[in-house]
């Protein structure tokens, strides 16, 4: 029995592409063999991974004049990538500080550039996300880098900054394609796949032409952009089923009618989940409403005694992995993209029923 899994990633996943990879798992396009078992070199699996590419460039809209890349080591991994590809030894990055990513992002990058924390969300506890005209952007910065949705604090920026000429990097792990993106502001998106796109193993960067020549000597080459560009992501073996299943929901993500839809959705199913906490007495969120998460709906419990019998009792209705981080406690509901809207329902009536009997 499916359950609906509110975990924040790796997470849940659409049925349907669950069942494909399941239907051709071990005979796949006729070959006689899985996905798994055939050289990444082959045919097939080019023609499947270069598939995957133009879905996500479509789905993206990803203007020409930028690479897409399908890296490992996930999004930790691109916190010591950025640095060293974009900016050379003794030079500053600026970065906003507005979490618990953020501050991975900034603690990594420090062992690479001078980092300038060009905002600091501190003092709201990562309620907010900056003003727009509120960035400390310093002369001389090699990037400006931000995460644009912070998983576990539950705070999305609802704008682009605006970095000026400075290259714009952005961690969208926990929110790319959840809506269109204006990619032709950036200078580099990154995003581990497990939250929104598919198994974890995988992380994709898209990443400006132009600042495909700025690695500094000694970037491992599989984290060396313009390397692993010249070699169409494949200078080693890449992680083919993760890449195979994560153009299974590109796919999908099509049929679904592409991003302006996905968008829309996600919007009703935030809209009717921050509803429901604000309409109660017994649920808070923390959140300014106006950077609120549509993906990670971090929420307390006004009697907080009573977290232990929400949990146990959400999960015996079927929903499941509502715990918060481990950092913050509390619960925590991710609506990515796979999450139908009917899963939402189903936690909003849970809540209201458990509040009606224990609120
Ligand atoms: C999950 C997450 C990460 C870390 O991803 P890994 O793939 O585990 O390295 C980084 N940034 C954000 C915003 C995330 O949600």
Known sequence: ?????????????????????????????????????????????????????????????????????????????????????????????????????????????????????????????????????????????????????????????????????????????????????????FGVIYAGAQKNIGPAGLVLVIVRDDLLDRARPGTPAVWNYEAMAAEDSMLNTPPTFALYVAGLIFKWLQQQGGLPVVAALNEAKAQLLYGAIDGSDLYRNPVAPACRSRMNVPFTLVKSELEHAFLAEARAAGLVNLEGHRLVGGMRASLYNAMPLAGVEALVSFMRDFERRHG
Do not use: C
């Not at 020409?64 to 500053?92: D, E, K």
């Not at 906003?96 to 420090?110: D, F, H």
């Not at 539950?154 to 809506?179: Q, T």
């Open 1 to 185: 029995m499916r359950v609906f899994n509110f975990a924040a990633g790796p997470a849940t996943m659409p049925l349907e592409v669950l069942e494909q990879a399941r239907d051709e798992l071990i005979d796949w396009h006729g070959s006689g063999m899985s996905v798994m078992e055939i050289s990444h070199r082959s045919k097939a699996f080019l023609a499947a991974a270069g598939e995957a590419e133009i879905r996500l460039r479509e789905l993206l809209t990803v203007p020409r004049g930028y690479r897409v890349l399908f890296l490992q080591g996930g999004a930790t991994g691109q916190f010591a990538a950025v640095p060293m590809n974009l900016a050379p030894a003794q030079a500053s990055a600026d970065y906003l500080n507005t979490g618990a990513w953020s501050k991975r992002a900034i603690s990594e990058a420090q062992r690479f550039v001078k980092v300038n924390v060009a905002a600091d969300e501190a003092p709201s506890k990562y309620t907010t996300v900056p003003a727009p005209g509120a960035l400390r952007l310093s002369t001389g910065a090699a990037y400006v880098h931000y995460t644009a949705n912070e998983t576990i604090g539950g705070v999305e920026f609802p704008y682009v900054p605006d970095s000026a000429a400075v290259p714009l990097v952005a961690d969208m792990s926990s929110n790319i394609l959840s809506r269109p993106v204006p990619v032709e502001k």
